[in-house]
Nanobody, 120 residues
Framework: QVQLVESGGGLVQAGGSLRLSCAAS????????RAWFRQAPGKERDFVAA???????DYANSVKGRFTISRDNAKDTVYLQMNNLKPEDTAVYYC??????????????WGQGTQVTVSS
């Protein structure tokens, strides 16, 4: 089973930036759409951003204009550049292989995630 490893989280002040990375253990993983999700304490896991093999991108309204998803297929890695961070962006961020059936749905087991904390 493919393993996903998220990294790049940390503590940052409001208005700051972070870049998250998601590496997959299976090269075949690269051909599938991939997405970032996040889960804040006491809340459900929500979609953040997705990217397809052809670099079509999709974003949650709450992050449009602030976050950018990208991928390096040669490295089997997906990135999430997060700018102008807000306290409400505080969450554990996860990546996954996804399909789109009206919404972006995860297809593999979740990794450990990476914690992002934004202080006000």
């Amino acid at each position: 089973q493919v393993q996903l490893v998220e990294s790049g989280g940390g503590l940052v002040q409001a208005g700051g930036s972070l870049r998250l990375s998601c590496a997959a253990s299976d090269r075949a993983f690269s051909i599938f759409p991939r997405a970032w999700f996040r889960q804040a304490p006491g809340k459900e896991r929500d979609f953040v951003a997705a990217i397809t093999w052809s670099n079509y991108t999709d974003y949650a309204n709450s992050v449009k204009g602030r976050f950018t998803i990208s991928r390096d297929n040669a490295k089997d890695t997906v990135y999430l550049q997060m700018n102008n961070l807000k306290p409400e962006d505080t969450a554990v961020y996860y990546c996954n292989r996804v399909k789109h059936d009206g919404s972006w749905s995860p297809l593999t087991a979740w990794g450990q995630g990476t914690q992002v904390t934004v202080s006000s």
